[in-house]
């Protein structure tokens, strides 16, 4: 090894899901299969380029004002940044600094564990239970901060904010994030928890039910003593997150409120219609209340059946790792794509 390489941070990195470059049913990193608002379109066809010169306002003012009155809360109130990633990458970076290990499940989000070891805050992964739910107790522990994804990812299970409020109570010491990149499909956001809870921060992302992965937008909620910190973060790292384009865009899907309703609506009514026939197949899963399924079964290794899945163009996800790798996710794309990801699977099971 070089000298210099002795001072590298080295870190095992996020791995995402695949991005074809050719036309395929992708169902493997659960984006939203229709389109954003045509208010999106709207701001897309009146830009002017020359914006572009100019940098973009540091605070995203227009687009927070346009959050905290969808959310009813104040301004000081709301944090955006470059995806949920990013916010939570910012919020890791400005909460867990203590010497106590944070606390997050051990089936969820990959990304926890890469941004714990790459600023090097000490972490604990606790396992799930058998049905992979989680364990209130297992969080009453001494610890310097608490991650909990609702809906969970990748098994879709949804806990009740009960169970969240219970977890709040007893670490009254740590910063608990709340990740809700999945709320809007089928559980109670915590957002109804803030007035009580100061070290409360619940993070939602515009990728999943708003259409737009592509525009990387994802914001935090929490006290304003908590965004305050955030800021001078962010402010300290990088002032100018998010461009001028991506910021009218936000604003503009947020303000259209009876077509984001309509969508998430069509692919809850789709995931539903899905559960019916992956069980008719003899598929086994978890009640996902995310925009996806997590499924096995028992006559067909998962492995097997994403190999044969991507051989047809269709792709899942599907993940080596203890525990879950007789699992697929499958993300809900529309009832045209999901009918020939079961006229696939029947072929494939046929094998069997």
């Known amino acids: 090894m070089s000298g210099w390489e002795t001072y590298v941070r080295k870190v095992e990195p996020y791995v995402p899901g695949e991005q074809p470059k050719r036309k395929v049913i992708k169902l493997n990193t659960n984006e939203n299969p229709y389109p954003p608002s045509p208010r999106v379109q709207k701001v897309l066809d009146g830009f002017d380029a020359e914006e572009l010169r100019l940098y973009p306002d540091p605070e ?9 009155l969808e959310k009813g809360l104040s301004k000081d109130q709301i944090f955006v940044g470059v995806g949920s990633d990013d ?23 990959s990304f926890y564990d890469v941004w714990a070891e790459l600023f090097r805050i000490p972490y604990v992964q606790i396992p799930l239970q058998k049905d992979f739910r989680i364990c209130i107790e ?137 559960k019916e026939q992956l069980r008719r197949l003899g598929f086994t899963f978890l009640d996902s209340k995310a925009n996806f399924i997590f499924a096995s079964h028992a006559k067909m290794a998962a492995a097997v059946i994403f190999a044969a899945l991507k051989e047809k163009d269709i792709y899942v996800r599907y993940f080596n790792k203890p525990r879950i790798d007789n699992f697929l996710r499958i993300t809900i794309g529309t009832k045209e794509e999901m009918e020939r990801l079961f006229a696939a699977l029947e072929e494939i099971l046929q094998q069997a």
């Open 138 to 274: 297992d969080y009453k522990r001494e610890n310097g901060g608490i991650v909990i994804p609702n809906p969970n990812a990748p098994t879709g299970i949804a806990e009740s904010l009960d169970a969240i409020e219970e977890i709040l109570k007893t670490n009254p010491d740590s910063v608990v994030i709340i990740d809700e990149a999945y709320v809007d499909f089928g559980t109670k956001s915590a957002l109804a928890l803030l007035p009580k809870y100061e070290n409360l921060l619940v993070v939602q992302t515009f990728s999943k039910s708003r259409s737009l992965a592509g525009s990387r937008i994802g914001y935090a909620m929490g006290s304003p003593k908590l965004i305050s910190y955030l800021n001078d973060c962010k402010y300290s790292f990088n002032s100018y997150t998010m461009d001028r384009l991506t910021i009218q865009i936000g604003k503009a899907s947020m303000e259209d409120t009876p077509y984001f309703k309509e969508q998430v609506d069509r692919i809850v009514e789709t995931r539903e219609w899905a």
């Open 87 to 109: 916010v939570l990458a910012m919020s890791f970076l400005t909460f867990f600094g203590s010497n106590k290990p944070i606390l997050f499940p051990d089936i969820t989000y």
């Open 60 to 68: 995203a003012a227009d687009l927070i004002e346009e959050i905290a």
